[in-house]
Each structure stands twice: as structure tokens, then as C-alpha cells.
């Protein structure tokens, strides 16, 4: 907090402060106390209860070196005078002559990093009993609650700083990244409506199959950022939603991307209530998971029922079954289901998908054999 109009703001902002200082001039009888904001060469008044004509407001400021507050910055320790006439530290002291001081007091106030702040004070043109446990302990108590509640701005305003960052980035996957990949999706559908030698057809599948997967990544970098840095993946639940169509769909997509692959879909008809295109989501990011990590020699199984008053949804496949090591953090961020560090992906699209069950109040769980592994997802129908 080195700008002084933000240390100025940040103590305006505690309601407390006035009465802290009233509370402090009532009891000790000192005319004049103040919050400081004290750095190695300025000396700034945040807050101010003047009853002696001082002449000092909120943002004026002292000379640094003609103030006892430059010493306690260094030291740490407050510094409590009766009478400087009989104070045998301070009555040849330069501040007390300056100002024609007759009692002071200055607690420092430190914030929770160690970091100093600056003082809570009180000074006044004669003596004023203020060396006592009672009127010690209550400057303590009041520096430690401002600094509590300086502490507090500064959090409030990083998770400020936070917020606006974590729109900037979630902008800049929605709009900078997406734009220009739907531009580019366009213009490769375009083209392979003109392009009719075989090779140039080739190179526009390829192109196509790659801009669908960049697709795919940055919806799940996305959703990412958005569960883990705004509150969690939004869903637009609706009743009644037959997710037979969504489903067939999901897999007639797949196939196409795939061609090499068979995906075998066998789905019941069933209207629940749910975020249709979440579902979709997390039927594809399953399926996904199995052409990256199955078996392309064996089909995918996709199969949806209904049993137990709950819609049960499996994606299988067959292949190396998930290691032991790796299926205890499976649905955590940047888990593979595989320990090879060969494949494609960011290893979030399982975390996405059991982030989507959860907001369903539904459960996704694995199990893997050498024989079939095979994602359940069980979601109650009320």
C-alpha cells in the first residue's frame, strides 16, 4: 500500500476508526490523535480527531525526520511520554521542541505479512498519565483491529484484482480464441465443397478433424477456468428433456470425426430433468476419452437405461487397463487415463465431465480390468 491516497482510502473505509480515535481522546484526555501512514520518507495522516488546532486533515503531511514515528518504523516499539520535561529518553528529543509536545503516544500498527503500516498516535501540549497497563493495552487493541481490517481491504481488493483478471482470461477464450477457430471452420467447409481431387480432400479432412479438436480443447480449457475460477461450471437444468436425440447425436459426430473407429450406441428413452447440452458434453468427453485411450481394434459401447429411479449412462471400452496410480486422481485436472505421455490432450475432459455430474447432483465412477473399462454415470431422475 505505498500510494498514499490508497493507504488514505483503505483507512476511511473502516467505519471504526472515528470512534476509535473519539474513544481515545475521551479516555486519555489527549486533544489530538491520528492513523499515520508512515514510510521511510513520508509520514501521512489517514484519519484525524483534532481538538488543539493542529493543523494537520486527512492527506496532510509531516516532515518524516522531525516526527518520533520514522523511529518507531525501524524499532517496532511503541513509545508512550507522560511528560517530556521528565522523560529522561525524550526530553532533549527534537520532536517534542518542534511541535511544543507535552504527552504523546504511538503504537505501531503491523499488518498480518509483518509488514508496517503505521502508527496509531495521540499528542497533546501537556502532561497526560498515559504509561499505564490499561491505556497501553487499549492502543494495542485498536492498532491490532485497524490492521485487521487494512489486512481485510487488501484481500478484498486482491480477490478484486482476481475477479477482473479471471474475466480478462475467460474473454480471451471465448471471444480471441474461438473466433478465429470458427473463421477457420468455416472457410475448411467452404472449401470442401470445391475441392474435388482426393489429396486436397485428404488435407481438408485433416485440417477439419484438427480444428474440431482444437474445438474441443479450448470448451474444456474454458469450462476449466470458469469451474475452478468463477464459482464453478454454469447449467441452464430444464424439465423433462428427452436426451435420447442429444445423445444419438454426440456419436453421429464422433463417428464422423472417426471414421476408423466403431462406436456401438444403444440408448432408452428417457426425459429427465437436466442441462441437455452438459450431458452431451459429458458423453462426449467420455467417448472421447475412449478412442484416445482404447483399444481401436474393439468398439466403444455407449449405453443408456433407466434403473433404480435413476438414468444410468456407460461409456466401455477395451485396452490397457488404467493403473492403479492414475484412477485414484483420474477426475482431478490434467489426469490422463493413461500413464503413456505420448497422447493428445490436456487431461481435463474427465475432470469436466464428473464437474457436470456434480452440478446434476449425479455420480460418475470407473472401474478398470485388463477386460473392459467402463465410466458410469448415475443420475437421479427426481
Avoid at 471400452?317 to 488404467?322: L, S, T, Y
Wanted: net charge negative; hydrophobic share 45%.
Amino acid at each position: 500500500m505505498n500510494d498514499p491516497i490508497a493507504a488514505i482510502d483503505a483507512i476511511a473505509q473502516i467505519n471504526a476508526v472515528p470512534t476509535i480515535l473519539d474513544v481515545i481522546c475521551k479516555t486519555t484526555g489527549m486533544r489530538f490523535a491520528a492513523v499515520a501512514r508512515v514510510t521511510a520518507d513520508r509520514w501521512i495522516a489517514c484519519s484525524v480527531r483534532d481538538e488543539i488546532a493542529f493543523g494537520l486533515a486527512p492527506g496532510g503531511e509531516l516532515k518524516i525526520e522531525t516526527t518520533i514515528c520514522n523511529e518507531i518504523r525501524e524499532h517496532r516499539q511503541a513509545v508512550i511520554i507522560d511528560n517530556v520535561a521528565d522523560d529522561p529518553m525524550y526530553a532533549g528529543h527534537h520532536t517534542p521542541e518542534i511541535y511544543g509536545l507535552q504527552s504523546y503516544i504511538s503504537m505501531p500498527i503491523t499488518l498480518a505479512d509483518g509488514s508496517f503500516f503505521g502508527t496509531l498516535c495521540a499528542i497533546d501540549t501537556v502532561p497526560r498519565r498515559l504509561n499505564t497497563p490499561e491505556i497501553i493495552g487499549m492502543f494495542e487493541l485498536f492498532a491490532n483491529l485497524i490492521a485487521f481490517h487494512l489486512d481485510t481491504h487488501d484481500r478484498i481488493d486482491q480477490e478484486r484484482q482476481a475477479s477482473e483478471l479471471r474475466e480478462q482470461f475467460i474473454a480471451v477464450l471465448g471471444h480471441d480464441l474461438r473466433n478465429p477457430l470458427a473463421s477457420l471452420d468455416a472457410g475448411t467447409r467452404m472449401l470442401q465443397r470445391s475441392v474435388e481431387d482426393e489429396k486436397g480432400k485428404a488435407v481438408l479432412g485433416l485440417m477439419q478433424s484438427s480444428i474440431t479438436r482444437m474445438s474441443g480443447l479450448i470448451d474444456n480449457v474454458l469450462d476449466f477456468a470458469r469451474g475452478r475460477l468463477g464459482g464453478g461450471i454454469p447449467v441452464e437444468q430444464a424439465d423433462r428433456v428427452p436426451l435420447k436425440p442429444v445423445m444419438e447425436q454426440v456419436v453421429a459426430e464422433l463417428r464422423m470425426a472417426n471414421p476408423g473407429r466403431a462406436i456401438e450406441a444403444e440408448f432408452a428413452e428417457a426425459l429427465v430433468r437436466c442441462d441437455e447440452g452438459r450431458i452431451g458434453q459429458l458423453l462426449s468427453n467420455l467417448i472421447a476419452n475412449a478412442l484416445t485411450h482404447g483399444d481401436p481394434a474393439t468398439p466403444i459401447r455407449a449405453r443408456s437405461t433407466i434403473a433404480d429411479n435413476c438414468f444410468v449412462l456407460t461409456v466401455a471400452n477395451a485396452g490397457e487397463p488404467i493403473p492403479e496410480a492414475v484412477l485414484k486422481d483420474l477426475f482431478k485436472p490434467f489426469v490422463r487415463a493413461s500413464a503413456k505421455a505420448n497422447l493428445e490432450g490436456l487431461g481435463l475432459g474427465l475432470y469436466i465431465a464428473s464437474e457436470i455430474a456434480k452440478t446434476h447432483n449425479a455420480r460418475l465412477s470407473v472401474s478398470s480390468t485388463p477386460e473392459e473399462t467402463c465410466f458410469t454415470f448415475q443420475m437421479p431422475l427426481r
